[in-house]
C-alpha cells in the first residue's frame, strides 16, 4: 500500500465517506450502469444517462462494449449479453485506461439495483485488486441524500494494472456439474422466484433452475430505500437457505451479473462465494445439462 493509497471501510461505502474523499489523487469513481428489460434481457449501456449526470470525478466503466468479451454474444439474440469473462490482458488494458492501478481505491456505482456495480466489484476482486468497494444505496441515494452531482466529463491518465487472477472466485461449468449432488456446496440461484420455477418468460431456449439450487433473489438482499441489508439480516437470509461459511457457495443467475449482487451481499455477511461466471446462458446451451422446473 503506498501512501496515496485511500484505505476502505469494506466492501461498501456511503455516499457520506465517498463525498468526504471526492478528489482525493488515489481514488477511482467509476459508473458501471447497463439499463436492462428483465424480460427480454436485452441491454444497453448506460453511458448517454451518465453524460447527463453522475458524481464528480467518476468516469463510465462500460461493462458490455469494454469489460466482456463480446465472443460469448455469440448465437444470442441481438441485444441480449452473455458478459463473458474477459481475458486478464484485455481486463487490465481497459481498466487501465480509467487510471486504475495498483494503488488505487475503487468506488463502484449505477443507477439501477446494484448490480452491475456488484458486478465489476467482483471483476476487479477475481482480478486480484481488493481495494474495491460499491456505493451502497447507488446513484438513487446519493442524489435522494442531496450530494454534489455534475455533467463535466473527468479526464484520467492511464494507469498500470496488472491482473492476478484468483480462481477461488470462480467457478465453471465442470466444477457445477462436478458439485450436483455434493452436500458440501451450496449452488444459488440469484433470479427472481419465477425464473427460478422455469415460469417466466426469458431468452433462454431452455427453462429451469440447475437441479438442488436454492433461491436467493438479488432483490431480497436489499431494503425497500436500496440500501443492502445489514450483515446480521444477510446471514440469516443466506442461512435459511442453506448458504453457510462452512460450504463452499456458488452463486449463479442469467449471465453472471444478478449472480454478483448476492456474492456481494455474502461477502457483506462474512461468507466468501463463487461466482459461476457462465450461468444459465452457457448451462442450458448444453442440451445434456439438467435442469429442474417447479
Known amino acids: 500500500m503506498t501512501s496515496s493509497t485511500l484505505p476502505l471501510p469494506g466492501h461498501l461505502v456511503d455516499g457520506a465517506w465517498l463525498q468526504q474523499h471526492l478528489g482525493h489523487d488515489g481514488l477511482r469513481i467509476l459508473d458501471a450502469t447497463v439499463l436492462l428489460d428483465p424480460t427480454s434481457w436485452e441491454a444497453n449501456s448506460g453511458r448517454s444517462a451518465f453524460d447527463a449526470s453522475h ?19 455469440v448465437g444470442l439474440e441481438p441485444g441480449v449479453h452473455a458478459y463473458k469473462l474477459p481475458t486478464p490482458e ?14 488505487s481505491t475503487v468506488v463502484v ?12 466489484w467482483w471483476l476487479l476482486r477475481y482480478f486480484g485488486h481488493e481495494q474495491v468497494a460499491v456505493l451502497d444505496g447507488g446513484w438513487d441515494r446519493w442524489v435522494r441524500e442531496g450530494r454534489p452531482v455534475t455533467s463535466e466529463r473527468t479526464t484520467v491518465a492511464p494507469a498500470t494494472f496488472t491482473a492476478r487472477v484468483r480462481p477461488e472466485l470462480l467457478a465453471t461449468k465442470a466444477e457445477v456439474e462436478s458439485s450436483l449432488g455434493d452436500e458440501a456446496t451450496v449452488l444459488v440461484n440469484a433470479l427472481w422466484p419465477e425464473s427460478f420455477r422455469g415460469e417466466a418468460v426469458t431468452p433462454l431456449p431452455r427453462p429451469g433452475r440447475i437441479p438442488g439450487s436454492v433461491n436467493v433473489p438479488f432483490t431480497t438482499t436489499v431494503d425497500e430505500t436500496g440500501d443492502l441489508r445489514s450483515p446480521d439480516e444477510l446471514r440469516a437470509l443466506f442461512a435459511e437457505a442453506g448458504a453457510t461459511p462452512d460450504k463452499r457457495v456458488v452463486a449463479y443467475c442469467g449471465g453472471g451479473i444478478a449472480a454478483a449482487a448476492d456474492v456481494l451481499a455474502l461477502a457483506a455477511a462474512g461468507v466468501d462465494a463463487a461466482l459461476y461466471d457462465g450461468s444459465l446462458v452457457e448451462w442450458v446451451a448444453d442440451p445434456d445439462a439438467p435442469l429442474e422446473v417447479g
Open 55 to 73: 458524481v464528480p470525478g467518476a468516469t463510465f466503466a462500460d461493462l458490455i462494449a469494454e469489460l466482456s468479451d463480446p465472443a460469448g454474444d
Open 90 to 103: 484485455a481486463f487490465a488494458a481497459a481498466i487501465s485506461e480509467h487510471g486504475v492501478g495498483e494503488a
Open 109 to 120: 456505482y449505477d443507477t439501477s439495483a446494484g448490480m452491475w456495480a456488484a458486478r465489476l
